[in-house]
């Protein structure tokens, strides 16, 4: 699947995004070696601790549905541009991608679609 369409999936789980704490929408889209696509979007509580990210939302979904391992992920926000994944987020992608040298992190810049890799956002990780 292209990048720009793993975006727009992004784009519109979005809108399904629960966030009435901080208001701030994010959905996130993670393509799986198996070539299927698993999109998810935050979810909050009032106890705000127990808020969970659409990027482990998404990624959730992919290993409940059976998934191994990952290969992209894409993050949108309609909020902020460039909504890069927090770091607990950036460490569960570490667990479940092939290596962080070929995991690419898509995020929109505008009208612009960009690709980082997950070498470059999370240096040195930790593994078991
Ligand atoms: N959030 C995400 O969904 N992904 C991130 O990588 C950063 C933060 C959510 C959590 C919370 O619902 C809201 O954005 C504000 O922190």
Same mark, same amino acid.
């Given at each position: 699947?292209?990048?720009?369409? /793993? ?12 966030? *009435? $704490? ?25 106890? +705000? ?26 993050? $949108?926000? *309609? ?23 070929? +995991? ?17 956002? /999370?240096?040195?990780?930790?593994? /078991?």
């Amino acid at each position: 699947m292209k990048y720009e369409e /793993l975006m727009q999936k992004a784009i519109e789980v979005s809108k399904n995004s629960y966030s *009435p $704490y901080s208001k701030f929408a994010v959905g996130a889209c993670v393509l799986a070696e198996s070539g299927e696509v698993y999109c998810g979007c935050n979810f909050e509580n009032s106890s +705000f601790g127990l808020s969970i990210c659409a990027e482990r939302n998404a990624i959730g979904s992919a290993i409940a549905n059976g998934e191994k391992k990952i290969k992209a992920i894409a993050i $949108y926000s *309609p909020n902020q541009d460039n909504c890069f994944p927090c770091g607990a987020c950036r460490q569960v992608i570490h667990e479940f991608c092939e290596s962080d040298d070929t +995991f690419d992190v898509i995020v929109k810049d505008g009208d612009e679609v960009k690709v980082y890799t997950l070498a470059f956002l /999370l240096p040195e990780s930790f593994s /078991l």
